[in-house]
């Protein structure tokens, strides 16, 4: 009895971007968690569409499982971290069509749980600053860059230049900092020709960004009544919230040239994620869940909470099965000091000291959720057999 579980990327994601993973550490340790609870399931990491609509990758997400043998599987599990947890939750919906023929419904039949990391369930106005002219300049400037040679020869040389400012710092005692880590495993990757997997991404982005218009609250308010659970599937969620800056300043090391510039980047997007929306309000959290979301932080939720790009309290769907104090990447292991790589360095100085420990308390608790959905597939099929 073959049994599936599939990590579904989200916005802006992929499976390996140079020698970056985006589920850093993930697959074994939740591979590692599964098997001490008893359950033999292959846990596979998926690619995605950046920036694409979430209609495009589902269908995308439906295709690419169906290749792997997930029709030949017994049991089937959808993980989804950020805009993944959409993915999987419109490739789920019964009477869904994304594809031609049935392969929805064959999908469908075989799957046993939803889990939704840190998603955007009811919008992020993150959303609405890209749609808004100064977010839809970025995307302009990244899609003209990878369109002309002068533009490609520009991020080239800015690669370049980064990675000797990371060499130089190491003159000054700054050594196993962010930029450091990032000119080792992606910068050195940038080459001025239009080949490449840097290129292939942001062609990927520049092309389709649909996406960027469907997780605003407005939109998410329509995604919600037409995207329904499907019946005898589980669903749950983990949230995250990271420290409001300034806060998050005095956690934060300063540990190179590069954590001031992360900082602020921090604090740009977490200010971002805190415009709260009155006329599309997030779900209150029930007495349950409003305690687990007290004893995990140290202080009531509101609707301003965010973990830096999605507001905590947008994240919650189905049961709620794990709070982490823990900004936006964190939370897939893009934390500092990740797994055995002690130099392995942070996206977003968030001060969010989420560390080895929360992060296997994390994927555990997804692990035990994961390993319930099997449970219960099992105890049907045999309830149906007797």
Known sequence: MKQMVFLVPGFFGFKEFGDLNYFNGVKPLLERKLSELGADAEVVELHTLPTSSIRRRAADLLQTIEGLGALEASDLVLVGHSTGGLDARMAATPGVQLVAGDLEERIGRKLRGVVTVATPHYGTPIALFFNGLQGRNILFALASSSASRPGRYAIALGAQVLSLIARLDD?????????????????????????????????????????????????????????????????????????????????????????????????????????????????????????????????????????????????????????????????????DGAGAASDYAGWLASGSRFGQRQFEKLWGAV????????????????AAGA
């Open 171 to 335: 003159l000054f005692g700054q050594r196993n900092t962010g930029l450091d880590f990032l000119a080792e495993r992606l910068l050195r990757d940038i080459k001025a020709n239009d080949d490449g997997p840097v290129w292939d991404f942001i062609r990927s982005v520049a092309h389709d960004q649909g996406a960027i218009v469907q997780l605003t609250p407005e939109a998410m308010d329509i995604f919600n009544a037409a995207v329904t659970n499907r019946p005898g599937v589980r669903y749950s969620s983990v949230i995250a919230a990271a420290p409001p800056p300034p806060r998050s300043f005095v956690r934060s090391k300063i540990r190179s040239v590069y954590t001031p510039l992360s900082m602020g980047l921090y604090s740009l997007t977490y200010l971002i994620a805190s415009r709260y929306h009155e006329a599309y309000p997030y779900p209150e959290p029930t007495g349950e869940q409003a305690a687990m979301l007290e004893q995990a932080l140290g202080a009531p939720c509101t609707p301003r909470s965010n973990d830096g790009i999605v507001p905590t309290l947008s994240a919650i769907w189905g049961e709620l099965l794990h709070v982490a104090e823990a900004d936006h990447l964190d939370v897939v292991g893009q934390f």
């Open 367 to 382: 692990a035990r959720e994961v390993a319930a959905s099997l449970d219960s597939a099992g105890a049907r099929a045999q």
